[in-house]
């Protein structure tokens, strides 16, 4: 379904300030102190120029790090309880990477599984995606080896590719089509698919055998030693694009209370801790594990998809630099 | 003797069963590394950044038998300070100090831990010095604005408790739930209140490696927050994490006579 | 017509000085402002720094918080640790940008009945003149979808 246009730099401003008079919100990626991060902005001259990847992922959008599901007052004799809405703000997310907003569908697998998420979904109706291809790598990046690539449409309602003074603007959802009615002067007919300026991602390993080889790995001593250095932290669940475990919290006192959700991480020592004290991943190397097969080999064989895409968030965010890609073609080749 | 080459040796005597050092990892940063043979030591390099010292309290870590630590200060500072809270005993570690020519001393007891670490000056970089000195000028309020600004973007991930080599408790105080003293979500009370235990927590024990800065994936300086317990204890009450393996810890002592200005 | 201002203050008090002392004031008939709310704790040493904060996050506008004198602790030296804790945590929550002037920490003994009084009525009149401490308020409600 995809709409071909040629979008210039200079219509950006026109295009902002059409989706902002809409109602919609817009982050986009800004720069600080050399980081870049998702921020609310009006205006492209806001938007970072130079940048690989911000470092947390744009899940943040449909799964916040917070959110409250329900609220309660107490009296005596009386409980009231009020279901939380979703805060379902409009929102257009600009220029996240083709591989972050790949990230999506493994989340809605999760979300619309058996129950239907109805914060997730609030959200997700809400949001449109606008990404960006991308001209710059680094070596953390292994999107090609997992079905993506730095010009991959999977996830994005408009896909920008960067050419020469502006960009190829793909409209390829109802929704993209929805926001380019907003400033249809801004998208001219495009001339070609002009993608030259993408960057060449090179592939690191074979995912396909990888996966195929993982149910005979289980009790290798591999894990154990790859994570030797890992401190089972939350980093790299917290900026995965796809990760999507969470904790349920109550914060109440005697008048009143909420529940919430945060987000978790299969890397904590206490994950699987049960009531019991019996714990069936004791050590971190069966949390790496965990971690590896879950997104190659259980969300495959569940999803028919890969919980990954291979965006190397995780490998950018560990203090100890567990770098993802390097330990899977270790795993290809044990 | 280098580092590869006492590495080697020392796993080739069965002295340690392992050298914890660095390697090179991504984009020419350096990572932690455990060498537990010969062929893997060939790899190990010394001038990471991380503090060793967090590893050697696990119990993957403890099962192995003695490990050498390549020790920096910190690392140092930390290991005394973790024999001083009895999580280590001095027979358990092999330090092994590393000169500006690369060359490598082992530290076999406290002892000689102490006396390499009062030969060396310690200051926090200049860069952490220079943004405590801001800080410290700024008005009240300017300060709650920016950490106000900087806690809001913490995602409670962790990285900063779990890299230090001063956290160790196998149950956090965030791991507990009755109560739940301190919120577990990363909104702004629960941040706020996060941080705030763990630099108390820290106080009188914070050597001052300053990985919980290095390791947060969002860039706050959240390390700069021990680094004022850590002074606050030092200036008032002249005592030092990791000065030696006798606990000398600020918050379980007192003097009689300790000064303070504002008790009325 | 809306209400003036009442400050809400909280007080973490030790059993054997000041909530003596305060009984003292009471029984003695000296008024003061009554918008102090008073827990009693057994000793200051028993006094976790977070009860600080939490006072705060729950809705005071200002804290004090008094015990034996030192060398007068009934525990003997629960006190000594209370103002050594007390030392740090103050230089951590101004680096933290909390308002300390909210704080008021006092020795008062069992026997100072009018101490308390003239503590009290102090800091209520203070804090009333700062307002209320909007900016916690905000915190303690901020940064949940």
Redesign the interface.
């Known amino acids: 379904m995809a709409d071909m246009y040629q979008l210039s730099s200079a219509s950006l401003d026109a295009l902002f300030a059409a989706i902002s008079a809409s109602g919609r919100r817009i982050l986009a990626p800004t720069d600080?102190?050399g980081?870049s991060?998702l921020n609310p902005v009006t205006s492209p001259s806001q938007v970072a120029k130079d940048y690989v990847q911000t470092?947390?992922s744009a899940k943040d959008t449909v799964f916040p790090?917070?959110e409250r599901l329900l609220s309660y007052t107490l009296a005596p004799g009386q409980v009231d309880l009020a279901d939380a809405e979703p805060q379902a703000v409009p929102t257009v997310v600009f220029g996240i990477r083709p591989c972050e907003a790949g990230g999506f569908q493994a989340l809605d697998a999760v979300f619309n599984w058996d129950t239907r998420d109805r914060f997730f979904n609030a959200r997700m109706e809400q949001l449109t995606v606008i990404g960006m291809g991308c001209t710059r790598r680094?070596?953390?990046c292994f999107c090609t080896s997992v079905g993506g690539g730095p010009g991959s449409a999977k996830g994005s309602d408009i896909l920008l590719t960067p050419t020469a003074g502006g960009y190829l603007a793909e409209v390829l959802t109802p929704k993209g089509e929805a926001i380019r009615a907003l400033a249809p002067e801004a998208f001219k007919p495009a001339a070609g698919a002009d993608r030259s300026m993408l960057v060449e991602v090179p592939a690191r390993f074979d995912q396909p055998a990888l996966t195929a080889k993982l149910p005979a790995l289980f009790d290798s001593p591999l894990w154990?030693e790859q994570s030797?250095?890992c401190?089972?932290?939350?980093?790299c669940?917290?900026?995965c694009p796809t990760c999507v475990c969470f904790?349920i919290?109550e914060?109440a006192d005697a008048k009143s209370g909420r529940r919430?959700r945060?987000?978790d991480?299969c890397g904590?020592h206490?994950f699987t801790l049960h009531a019991s004290g019996h714990n069936p991943r004791e050590?971190?190397?069966q949390r790496w594990r965990q971690r590896v097969y879950h997104k190659f080999s259980y969300y495959p064989e569940r999803y028919g998809m890969l919980g990954c895409v291979g965006c190397g968030k995780c490998?950018?965010?560990?203090?100890?630099?567990m770098?993802l890609q390097?330990h899977l073609l270790e795993a290809s080749q044990a | 003797m280098e580092l590869r080459e006492k590495a080697k040796q020392l796993l080739e005597s069965g002295d340690v069963k392992a050298v914890l050092g660095f390697e090179p990892?991504?984009?020419g940063?350096r990572?932690?590394?455990?060498a537990r043979s010969a062929a893997r030591a060939e790899r190990l390099v010394h001038d990471g950044e991380?503090n060793l010292a967090?590893?050697v309290t696990?119990?993957?870590v403890k099962r192995m038998g003695r490990v050498a630590v390549a020790a920096k200060a910190p690392v140092l500072r930390a290991l005394l300070q973790l024999m001083a809270e009895r999580q280590i005993k001095e027979q358990d570690v092999l330090p092994l100090a590393v000169d500006a020519a690369g060359q490598v001393k082992e530290l076999a007891t406290a002892q000689e831990m102490e006396e390499h670490l009062a030969l060396e000056a310690q200051a926090i970089p200049p860069a952490d010095r220079e943004l405590m000195d801001r800080?410290?000028g700024m008005t009240?309020?300017?300060?709650?604005?920016?950490?106000?600004k900087e806690l809001?973007?913490c995602?409670?991930?962790?990285?900063c408790?779990?890299?230090c080599p001063m956290c160790y408790c196998d149950?956090c105080t965030m791991?507990c739930n009755r109560p739940?003293?301190?919120?577990?979500?990363?909104?702004?009370?629960?941040?706020?209140?996060y941080?705030?235990?763990r630099?108390?927590h820290l106080?009188?024990r914070c050597v001052e490696c300053g990985?919980c800065g290095?390791?947060c994936?969002?860039?706050i300086p959240i390390h700069l927050?021990t680094f004022?317990?850590e002074e606050?204890?030092h200036a008032?009450?002249g005592q030092k994490a990791g000065a030696s393996s006798k606990l000398d810890y600020?918050?379980?002592?007192?003097?009689?006579d300790?000064k303070?200005t504002?008790?009325? | 017509m809306t209400e003036p201002f009442e400050p809400k203050i909280t007080a973490f008090v030790c059993n054997w000085c000041t909530y003596a002392g305060a009984d003292l004031t009471g029984t003695s008939r000296i008024k003061y402002q009554s918008n102090v709310r008073v827990l009693r704790l057994p000793c200051t040493g028993r006094i976790d720094?977070?009860l600080l904060?939490k006072a705060f996050?729950r809705g005071a506008d200002g804290i004090i918080i008094s015990g034996c004198h030192?060398?007068d602790c009934h525990y003997t030296?629960g006190n000594?640790?209370a103002?050594?804790?007390?030392?740090?945590?103050?230089?951590?929550?101004?680096?933290?940008?909390?308002?300390?002037q909210r704080i008021?920490?006092?020795?008062v003994s069992a026997a100072e009945g009018a101490k308390w009084a003239e503590?009290v009525n102090e800091v209520t009149t203070s804090i009333r003149a700062m307002g209320p401490y909007a900016?916690y308020k905000e915190?303690?409600a901020?940064?949940?979808e």
């Open positions: 600080r102190d980081r991060e470092a947390l790090k917070v680094d070596d953390a154990a030797l250095r401190v089972g932290c939350g980093a669940a917290f900026v904790d919290q914060e919430l945060a987000w991480s904590y206490m050590t971190q190397g490998t950018r965010a560990c203090p100890v630099d770098n390097e | 990892g991504t984009h940063a990572r932690p590394a455990f991380q967090s590893y696990r119990k993957e800080l410290n009240r309020q300017e300060r709650w604005a920016f950490w106000q809001s973007r995602i409670k991930c962790y990285a408790r779990n890299s149950h791991d739940q003293w301190v919120p577990v979500p990363s909104h702004a009370l629960g941040n706020l209140e941080h705030m235990v630099a108390m106080a009188g990985d290095r390791a994936p969002v860039g927050l004022n317990a606050s204890v008032q009450f600020a918050l379980s002592t007192f003097r009689p300790d303070e504002f008790i009325r | 720094f977070m904060a996050a030192p060398n030296s000594y640790h103002r050594r804790r007390w030392m740090i945590y103050r230089n951590l929550m101004d680096f933290m940008g909390i308002d300390t008021t920490f006092s020795w503590l900016e915190l303690a901020a940064g949940v």
